[in-house]
């Protein structure tokens, strides 16, 4: 089963409507009392221009954005494959969005 680590950008499969997409995982890691589940942030190529929507050039991603408003916790046997590696600046950009879309 796979392991998704923070920072690290997966293949999920989000179910029929929102489709098999690349994700953003945020959580920090699991312990083995805890749930088996695992936040993330999909990314998109349908770009808003929201406040709250991140555009990060990585090679392994096509054009779009993480939507930090679609924050979603989903059981670790719906990721595929791991395809990347945020650095730790667009991590740190992402992280400072959901903290504003959250108002911490």
């Known amino acids: 089963m796979p392991s998704p680590n923070r920072g690290e950008v997966w293949i999920v499969d989000l179910g ?4 098999i997409r690349p994700c ?3 959580n920090i890691a699991l312990e083995p ?12 190529r349908s770009v808003q221009g929201t406040r ?6 990585a090679v392994f ?11 979603v916790s989903i059981p670790r046997v719906k990721f595929v494959r791991r ?20 108002g911490f």
Do not use: N, S, Y
């Open 16 to 19: 029929m409507a929102a489709k």
């Open 24 to 26: 953003l995982v945020l």
């Open 33 to 44: 009392q805890d749930r088996v589940l695992v936040t993330v942030i999909p990314h998109t």
């Open 52 to 57: 709250f929507e991140v555009a990060v050039a």
């Open 61 to 71: 991603l096509k054009p779009g954005v993480f939507d930090t408003q679609q924050l």
């Open 83 to 102: 395809i990347g590696r945020l650095d730790p600046d667009d991590l740190a950009t992402v992280e400072d969005a959901v903290r504003f879309w959250l």
